[in-house]
């Protein structure tokens, strides 16, 4: 069962949303720009190999929830790709972290889109940050489809620390394939 602790609105200008909830006494924002890979991309869907996003994550806003903003710079992303803006792009939720004890079949990632897909959820995308301008951290998560949630479900993963991105990536690629 997935609780959600995270809540994104997509906008066409982070600027402006961010200094319209100010204005609304919202003022402590975190900013981060990140640049992701894909690994898996559910077939009929053409998001390309990567994307660039801005994000403000504020943890106020929502009480024990943390509220995302997200712009889209570059490339596509399944929340995003219709191009609708400053409207719901996500719930989310974290999994655990990454644990080296357990083999790519036994992820935590893995186990719980195995488990999605076993209840009826259609896995859309799954990706990798490879870069943050505020974090060392990178992550992995997956965008699945619910009819009756009404927005994609983010499934969020920390990763162990990455020494090279491009071998990550490429294990990422690997390790999903089960999905096509």
Do not use: C
Request: net charge negative; glycine share 6%; aromatic share 12%.
């Amino acid at each position: 069962m997935f609780k959600f602790d995270q809540i994104a609105i997509r906008t066409s200008n982070i600027n402006r949303s961010i200094d319209s909830l100010t204005l609304q006494g919202h003022t402590n924002w975190v900013r981060d720009t990140v640049f992701a890979s894909h690994l898996f991309v559910r077939g009929g869907l053409n998001l390309g190999f990567n994307f660039e996003v801005h994000l403000a994550f504020n943890y106020e806003i929502f009480e024990g929830q943390e509220f995302e903003l997200i712009q889209l710079v570059n490339g596509k992303t399944i929340q995003l790709a219709d191009g609708r803006r400053d409207i719901l792009s996500h719930f989310g939720y974290h999994i655990q972290d990454q644990d080296a004890k357990f083999p790519d079949d036994h992820d935590t990632l893995v186990r719980e889109l195995h488990h999605l897909r076993d209840r009826g959820l259609e896995v859309l995308q799954v990706s990798q940050t490879e870069t943050h301008q505020n974090t060392g951290r990178r992550y992995r998560y997956a965008f699945a489809y619910h009819p009756e949630v009404g927005a994609p479900i983010k499934i969020i993963q920390r990763l162990l620390p990455v020494k090279d991105n491009a071998a990550s990536v490429a294990q990422g690629k690997e390790m999903f394939k089960w999905l096509q």
